[in-house]
């Protein structure tokens, strides 16, 4: 008989629970989904926050709807975690409740202090200790920031009333009744305070960023116990098996085990990670180090690289310039020329992510002449999403990761098969898309199931053929393209000084 896994996917806009069937040769299919939109607050510029107890709402009203409807919490076997990275949160041990608003990964509010940091000369111990580059992304800056802006959290903090935590620990806390409180290696290999080789918190990186110890959820692998639910939410009690951020969570999704296997998700934005086996590595290209699982004693590492603009500079197409009505008419108007006609569109809007790390980087057309149309620029969004990810994959390259055999995708833009092509062809990789898009939710499953012995190994996810796209361009063609994107980067990054 099939057993259920509940699936907590918390994201950056919305909060979803899956409740995913495991059949007996270890299937998995969706059986029931809610989802609940979140609110954005941006108090300034810059500032990016989330109601902690908002999230925790929505947890409990979409864990409680799917329960509901996949018949019951008797059905239910486990719950795995999946959730937005780095975004920080403080509460109260006492109270229960968030002592403000948490602070979002996006949020750029500590500049200033990774910028002294910098300017001090830490970031080469910060990047051989994490893996992360120093930047406001990461959460131990998040952290330091509201221990100070909360009056007296410092002290309390060292006192045991308060606490600090990404999302999964937050949630586990609520979700135990606060017995517990916990992380997985891999959300805390992005708060800049853990080591990446041997997974604790660093003192010495406790002391740089000014965040207590005492305040830290113990970390542990992500499918281990991670704490039980309290009966009365739903009716029964349920273990947590399973804990990873979003990308580690979606590259389990995709199956991608083996050293040289690696996701990218096409979104509003773009996130590569790959598996590169049995030890860290740190990019010498600016590519994050980070860990891409912790099964007992079986742990890989992954770089991770991030394009800042992909869905949005279509979103872009349709919002700022009306040149489409819809993101999907982009794909016909690609295809209505035969080449890009030497038109280059570097969606820098809000600067550059790696290899580059050009925040001041602005958007920059190039190679416009009296024959360009709409459909050029068209094509050049699309087309972007090729050279960004080739730069990637030649990052990876440089830092000696294994090459890759294939590149699975994922997320709204592989609905574009125009783009896919191009990504197989600039890439030089055959490009795989599997049916089932829940990556993300799909891997916080599959650790779940794992950690209560209903699969006994995350190999290959099994399931339905996955649509692939073969390379087929010939490579002096990719290499005038590549020389040509180049030189629009360039173009991007001069105008910005
Ligand atoms: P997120 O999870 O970041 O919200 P999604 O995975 O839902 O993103 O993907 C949404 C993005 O996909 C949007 O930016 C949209 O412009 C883009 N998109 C959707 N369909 C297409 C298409 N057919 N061609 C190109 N881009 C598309």
Redesign the pocket.
Known sequence: MDRLILAIDQ?T?STRAIAFAVSPQGDFSAVAVSQVELAQHFPQSGWVEHDAAEIWHATLRTCRAVIAEAGGIDGFAAIGITNQRETSVLWDTATGEPLHRAIVWQDRRTADVTARLTAEGHEPMVQAATGLILDPYFSATKFAWLLDAVPGARDRALRGEVKLGTIESWLIWKLTGGARHVTDATNASRTSLMDLETRVWRDDLCTLFRVPREALPDIHGCSDHLGDCEASLFGGSLPIHGAAGDQQAALVGHGAMHPGDAKI?????AFLVANVGRSPVISTRRLLGTLAYQLGDNVAWALEGSIFS???A??WL?DGVGLIDD??R??AMARSLDDNGGVYLVPGFTGLGAPWWQPDARGTITGLTRDSGPAHFVRAA?EALAYQTRDLLDALVADGAPRLAVLRVD???T??GF?MQFVADICDVPVERPPFQEMTALGAARLAALGIGLIDHLGDAAGAAPTVWTPRMAPDERARLIKGWQSAVRAAIIAAQ
Not at 265 to 269: K, Q
């Open positions: 994201g806009t998700t096409y979104g509003t934005g992909a869905g949005s279509i979103q349709r993101p999907a982009s794909e699309l997320g709204g833009v609905a574009n783009a």
